[in-house]
């Protein structure tokens, strides 16, 4: 399996506030695939968003974007204008293009304060 | 659609008992895979499914059971449950188009505990 680690377990941030999560991962492979999944208290995990290791743009998806630099092998979420809805467990994956096999970071917890 | 459904949601077992959680989808999906989740360690995959009558091994496959004999089911046996086994288990699918990965849709979970 490959490795992708979240370095950070916890992070806070104001409601209406921007908060980035950290990501890294180790491969040998060039062609892959990107994921950062939501799991909210109810325990759903919900895609929010997903970047292709051959497209140069980062991905954007609303108030998520991702800041994607391959040759580091980084892969950041940034959560704008922040909402209490927004609390929950973020998880990094990564995917071989070869397989549907995902590996998964071990989450960060992110809590938005009113 | 009623997409990925798992049962059931909560489950208490004593070691060395037998169990089998339930996973269907209605989309479709010609993958199917089931993770567990435990502390600290995100999730890890346990087996998974290409389509009916075709399943492989996952990272953690040991003390589990799995079999895929329609597109719709791939149920996860454990046939001697232990205490190791306490986890929160998600079965997920999608679309299985070769080259390109379709998004992988979780069910709500299942909360196994053995004593």
């Known amino acids: 399996a490959q490795t992708v680690t979240q370095s950070q377990p916890e992070m806070s941030v104001q409601e209406a506030e921007t908060v980035t999560l950290s990501c890294t991962y180790d491969?040998?492979?060039?062609?892959?695939?990107l994921f950062w999944y939501k799991q909210p208290p109810s325990r759903q995990m919900i895609l929010v968003i997903r970047?292709?290791?051959?497209?140069?743009q980062n991905a954007t998806e609303n108030r998520f974007s991702v800041n994607f630099q391959k040759a580091a092998k980084s892969f950041s979420l940034k959560i704008s204008d922040s909402q209490l809805g927004d609390t929950a467990m973020y998880f990094c994956?990564?995917?071989?293009?070869?397989?549907?096999?995902?590996?998964f970071g071990a989450g960060t917890t992110v809590t938005v304060r009113a | 659609n009623a997409g990925v459904t798992q049962t059931p949601k909560f489950q208490v077992l004593k070691t060395g008992q037998s169990m089998t959680l339930q996973c269907a989808q209605d989309?479709?999906?010609?993958?199917m895979s089931w993770y567990r989740q435990d502390p600290g360690m995100g999730l890890r995959l346990i087996h998974y499914?290409?389509?009916?009558?075709?399943?492989d091994q996952g990272e953690v496959p040991n003390g589990y059971n799995v079999s895929r004999s329609t597109t719709e089911d791939f149920p996860l046996r454990l046939l001697s449950a232990a205490p190791s086994q306490t986890s929160v288990y998600f079965c997920?699918?999608?679309?299985?188009?070769?080259?390109?990965?379709?998004?992988?849709?979780f069910g709500p979970g299942t909360r196994l505990t053995v004593l």
């Open positions: 997920a699918s999608s679309k299985w188009t070769s080259g390109s990965p379709d998004t992988q849709y």
């Open positions: 491969t040998s492979e060039n062609n892959y695939y």
């Open positions: 970047q292709e290791a051959y497209k140069q």
């Open positions: 994956a990564f995917m071989k293009r070869s397989d549907y096999k995902l590996s």
């Open positions: 989309m479709n999906h010609e993958y």
């Open positions: 499914s290409v389509g009916a009558g075709i399943t």
